[in-house]
């Protein structure tokens, strides 16, 4: 394996605009809203900024195609400003690029933010037009609920459980996001929800209410990282945050065209798990991570993910999430933030929001939700469709931890 980024780049500061329905702005402003808390955080002027990683992923609603809109609404100085899209990990591909080229020595202080500004558009989900010629010829009736709606039938079937089973692990999962969510001052959903009202939620696509599945939203979210070195330079004397691994793994077509893939767990994740905990040194993640943020894009991802990660056996999540394993005072925390089901999912910033609470937890800024000195956090993306994802996993802990 590459020697890895591990303790090579630490956060200087971040930052999260409120997430929701932000019809008071633009997305100029919300990509301000982000970067002036983290600008701020971090202690420096915005002209120390050597380099930028813009990800936007829906380009043609917002934005438009090039990085231009960054740099401009920012009035960065004349840097190397580039834009990246890859489905929902786009956000958590800026961070990559900008921790990579810090710690290839090519920038002393980077730029990483996400934005989306999609409720202006007058969809309730994503305004596709086209997922490319590929998806439109394979997939031309897929939906994102009907898609993930499949992880559970496929996951019930390998591991003969009654749906009713099933669907009570699930409600429980939306139940903790909406009680995580009740506490985010940030958060896009913060009513809370008895178990009782998410079972009997209309059906989007079965066993899928509409409870178990998370929305989309305006927002952004935005980190600045440098060298441990760059960063005692400035003067950061305390604790700091960094990254232990960032991993990407992506489907080559094999879950789509052969029956080795039996359409109960993410290829991809398991993946790029293992890639994450060696480059990060975890043996063992149920005992050496303290808190996840997971994809939650619908309920049976996050159980399935559970699994995927390795925070739960094969086939045995679903009893894991009913004993509370996965709750704020349970053995590993996911979600605290109320995910993407409650903080929100606009695209382009939903992998710097779950780093920006992972990091935000790890230096105890938390207020009524905070964990209890928590010292290693994971975040992870699963873009596109269970047979055909971008999966992004990172690792943050505390410098030499």
């Known amino acids: 394996m590459a020697q890895g980024i591990r303790d090579k780049v630490a956060i200087l500061g971040m930052g999260c605009s409120r997430f929701g329905e932000r019809w008071d702005c633009s997305a100029e ?28 992923a829906m380009d043609e609603q917002n934005l438009g195609k090039s990085a231009l809109s960054l740099s401009h609404a920012l009035r960065l100085p004349n840097i190397a400003v580039t834009r990246v899209e890859n489905l929902c990990a786009t956000g958590s591909e800026a961070l990559r690029g900008a921790v990579h080229a810090v710690a290839a020595g090519a920038a002393d202080i980077a730029l990483a933010l996400g934005v989306e500004k999609l409720k202006d558009t007058g969809y309730g989900g994503l305004p596709e037009r086209s997922r490319g010629t590929f998806n439109d010829l394979w997939q031309p009736g897929a939906t994102a609920p009907g898609s993930f709606a499949q992880f559970a039938s496929a996951y019930m079937a390998r591991y003969d459980l009654k749906m009713d089973t099933l669907k009570e692990a699930m409600a429980h999962i939306s139940w903790k996001s909406h009680e995580n969510g009740s506490k985010n001052p940030k958060a896009h959903l913060r009513r809370r929800l008895s178990k009782e009202s998410i079972l009997a939620a209309p059906m989007v696509a079965y066993p899928l ?37 960032i991993q990407l793994s992506l489907s080559n077509g094999s879950e789509m065209s052969h029956n080795s893939w039996d359409g109960s767990f993410a290829r991809t994740t ?10 990060a ?18 309920s049976i991802t996050e159980l399935v993910t559970m699994e995927d990660l390795g925070l739960s056996r094969p086939g045995q999540g679903y009893r894991d999430v009913l004993e509370g394993k996965f709750d704020a005072d349970g053995e590993v925390a996911s979600n605290i933030d109320g995910g993407l089901k409650c ?11 779950m780093v920006y609470e992972a990091y935000t937890q790890l230096l105890n800024r938390a207020g009524d939700r905070q964990l209890v000195r928590p010292k290693r956090a994971l975040t992870h993306n699963l873009g596109g469709f269970p047979n055909n994802n971008v999966c992004s996993i990172s690792i943050l802990g505390m410098l030499g931890d």
């Not at 798990?273 to 060696?278: L, T």
Request: proline letters at 3%.
């Open 29 to 56: 402003d919300l990509i301000a809203e982000s970067f002036h808390e983290a600008l701020a955080d971090a202690n420096i002027d915005r002209d120390q900024i050597d380099a930028a990683w813009f990800g936007l």
């Open 209 to 245: 209410g509409l409870f178990d599945c998370c929305g989309v939203s305006d927002g952004s979210a935005c980190a600045i990282v440098a060298s441990p070195e760059m960063a005692r330079r400035l003067g950061r004397t305390g604790d700091l945050v960094s990254v232990k691994s």
């Open 270 to 279: 398991r993946i790029a798990a293992q890639k994450a905990y060696r480059e």
């Open 281 to 298: 040194g975890i043996s063992d993640p149920l005992r050496e991570l303290d808190l996840v943020e997971v994809h939650d894009c619908f």
């Open 343 to 353: 903080f929100g999912h606009p695209i382009g910033a939903s992998g710097l929001r």
